[in-house]
Each structure stands twice: as C-alpha cells, then as structure tokens.
C-alpha cells in the first residue's frame, strides 16, 4: 500500500502568534534605582497591590528534583524583609523534597497590569517554627484545617477522602484551637541576585540586575532586554 493512502496526521492547538500587545510601562533608568533591591522591591510591591486587580503576592517558585529537572507552581509571599521572600506549604510536598535535596530556587513576580517583573535567585531555609506559629494562627480556622487534611503533592483517589479528613479534623479540634502541624511552615529564600524588569515599547524593556557581593553590597547593572 503506498504511504499516500495514510491518514495524515491531525495536530491540535491554537496559533497564537497574533496575540500581542505593546507595553507601555514607565521609563527605568540608573538614578531611579534605590541602592538596596529590597528597598526597590517594596516600592514595586506596593505599586503592584494598587494596579493588580488580583493577587500581586502571587509568585511562581522553581525548583529543580534530583535529576536537574525543573518544576514551578505558584505560591503567595506573605513577608519580606532585609533577610529574604517568606512562604509557607507543607515540608512533604514534593517543593519541599526538593529543596530538601537542593535550596537554590528562583521566584518571579509577573505584574501584567503594571508591565513589570522581578526575578530572584538565592537559597531557601526553613524559617524558625515561632514565626511559623504566628503566621499559622493568623490564618482563618479552614486554611488551619485545611493544613493538616492534605498530604501535599501525594496520590488520592477522590476528592471525598479530602473532605471526609476535613471534617474528622474539624470535629478533633471543635472545642480547641488548631495546632501548628509539625509537617507544615514557612521557607525563607535568601537573595542573591535580583532582576527588575520595566516592560517598554518595541521589545525595548529596562532591565537591571542587582548581584550581592561579598561584603554585602550589591552590584548593579543594565542588562540587554
């Protein structure tokens, strides 16, 4: 039979090399940089909690597993300071397996709205359990449940075995308050590189990365968009 009478194959998916748009964001340059990224990051940040009509903690985390694969997810920043990016899961998730076995992680904060980015490098620690417990007691009672329900990243069989633990939880600590799960807390990531990227007109975006040196300072530099 000639190889013409075969079913061409049939491909699915979208062409969408149309969607575009310009961005428009403002003008970045040497002078308008603080000398600490982290003072930087936190007039980004609260500019983001103003034009991001969503979520502007929202952060995608990449790790990387034992065979040097990589793997993101989104999480929530819930603090920040001179010391590093806290967030908070479950020390059995397969995140947490992974840092485990290599803390150096990237972060990127994607801000559509206000045309803006920041990339950060460094190395995630546990952070101490007291300021586990006090995050975790400023969570509503459900996130507090919610925390010992699910064994993060496993296997399951249906959502029913979730909401079935949920509420042999929920009846445990009925008359109590939640305890902190020893299996759950917060990561520090420790910067040691951060980016800041201004989107602009025709491709041209401003971008400058801050790199810490050894006595602490930083170093910055425009890079090419």
């Known amino acids: 039979m000639s190889d013409d009478s075969?079913?061409?194959a049939v491909h699915h998916?979208?062409?969408?090399?149309?969607?575009?748009?310009?961005?428009?964001?403002f003008a970045?340059?040497?002078?308008?940089?603080?000398?600490?990224p982290i003072v930087l990051f936190?007039?980004?940040?609260?500019?983001?909690?103003?034009t991001v009509s969503l979520d502007p903690n929202a952060v995608t985390l990449s790790t990387v597993d034992s065979?040097?694969?990589?793997?993101?997810?989104t999480v929530l920043l819930k603090s920040f300071d001179e010391r590093g990016f806290v967030f908070y899961t479950n020390f059995e998730s397969k995140k947490a397996a992974q840092i485990e076995d290599n803390p150096n992680?990237?972060?990127?904060?994607?801000?559509?709205?206000?045309?803006?980015?920041?990339?950060?490098r460094g190395k995630a620690e546990k952070i101490p359990t007291g300021e586990s417990l006090a995050y975790f007691l400023s969570r509503p009672r459900g996130s507090q449940i919610g925390a010992w329900v699910s064994a993060q990243s496993?296997?399951?069989?249906?959502?029913?075995?979730?909401?079935?633990?949920?509420?042999?939880?929920?009846?445990?600590?009925?008359?109590?308050d939640v305890s902190l799960p020893s299996f759950w807390?917060?990561?520090?990531?420790?910067?040691?590189?951060?980016?800041?990227?201004?989107?602009?007109?025709?491709?041209?975006?401003?971008?400058?990365?801050?790199?810490?040196?050894?006595?602490?300072?930083w170093k910055i530099e425009r890079l090419a968009p």
């Open 105 to 120: 992680v990237s972060l990127l904060f994607f801000w559509s709205e206000a045309a803006r980015q920041v990339k950060i």
């Open 67 to 73: 065979s040097m694969r990589p793997s993101s997810r």
């Open 28 to 36: 970045l340059d040497r002078e308008d940089l603080n000398d600490d």
């Open 154 to 176: 496993s296997v399951i069989s249906s959502r029913s075995l979730l909401e079935t633990k949920f509420q042999e939880i929920k009846q445990k600590f009925r008359d109590k």
């Open 185 to 217: 807390g917060g990561y520090r990531v420790i910067p040691d590189e951060i980016e800041f990227w201004q989107g602009r007109r025709n491709r041209l975006h401003d971008r400058f990365q801050f790199t810490r040196q050894d006595d602490g300072s």
């Open 42 to 50: 936190e007039d980004w940040f609260r500019y983001a909690c103003e």
């Open 6 to 8: 075969k079913t061409p």
């Open 13 to 25: 998916g979208m062409d969408v090399t149309t969607l575009r748009r310009s961005a428009t964001g």
